[in-house]
Antibody
Framework: EVQLVESGGGLVQPGRSLRLSCAAS????????MHWVRQAPGKGLQWVAG????????GYADSVKGRFTISRDNAKNSLYLQMNSLRPEDTALYYC??????????????WGQGTMVTVSS | EIVLTQSPGTLSLSPGEGATLSCRAS???????LAWYQQKPGQAPRLLIY???SRATGIPDRFSGSGSGTDFTLTVSRLEPEDSAVYYC?????????FGGGTKVEIK
């Protein structure tokens, strides 16, 4: 079964850091691009960051550029999101998603169930 | 960044009716790299349409997509109660991927 399982969310104070992880199974992880998408409570979807199969293409939403870093470890079938200088507006459910191809420019055909990040003092 | 504007904000329709959802881009979407997703309460989104008009695996043919350039449409024919959800469009042709604000479809 194709599966994405996020972890690492929680309550964190503004200005602090958090690292999200996504464990992938049921498919050849290093064949596909991967992304993080977030959804603030009661709001719509926002793309956060994406990475191609070999980490050759990486991109970020303007709202997180310079604060968040996406990375992957193909040997461990894992995707990561290092989040620094967190702000209250970063509070959201963070989804790990799989691209349908290896590039950065593919739709998202598999989604995890998400991990909640709450930034509050 | 390409801004996607979805309309209407909410649609309230009866079972068996058809729904037409619009997604308008602030600039042309490269290669018609436009997708539609369905999200039900408490669930992760599900891919419905990609490449503006291709149905994803397992999606019934009641769902169809059309459009190019800056104007795209998702059509749901013969609405069923389980189609009640929020529908999002997304462009993945620009290095800054973006989603529309969503259209909520309510089944009376």
């Amino acid at each position: 079964e194709v599966q994405l399982v996020e972890s690492g969310g929680g309550l964190v104070q503004p200005g602090r850091s958090l690292r999200l992880s996504c464990a992938a199974s049921g498919f050849t992880f290093d064949d596909f691009g991967m992304h993080w998408v977030r959804q603030a409570p009661g709001k719509g979807l926002q793309w956060v960051a994406g990475i191609s199969w070999n980490s050759g293409s990486i991109g970020y939403a303007d709202s997180v550029k310079g604060r968040f870093t996406i990375s992957r470890d193909n040997a461990k079938n894992s995707l990561y999101l290092q989040m620094n200088s967190l702000r209250p507006e970063d509070t959201a459910l963070y989804y790990c998603t799989k691209g349908s191809g290896g590039s950065y420019y593919d739709p998202f055909d598999i989604w995890g169930q998400g991990t909640m990040v709450t930034v509050s003092s | 960044e390409i801004v996607l504007t979805q309309s209407p904000g909410t649609l309230s329709l009866s079972p068996g009716e058809g729904a037409t959802l619009s997604c308008r881009a602030s600039q042309s979407v490269s290669n018609s790299y436009l997708a539609w997703y369905q999200q039900k309460p408490g669930q992760a989104p599900r891919l419905l349409i990609y490449g503006a008009s291709s149905r994803a695996t397992g999606i019934p043919d009641r769902f169809s997509g059309s459009g190019s350039g800056t104007d795209f449409t998702l059509t749901v024919s013969r609405l069923e109660p389980e189609d009640s959800a929020v529908y999002y469009c997304q462009q993945y042709g620009d290095s800054a991927l973006t989603f529309g604000g969503g259209t909520k479809v309510e089944i009376k």
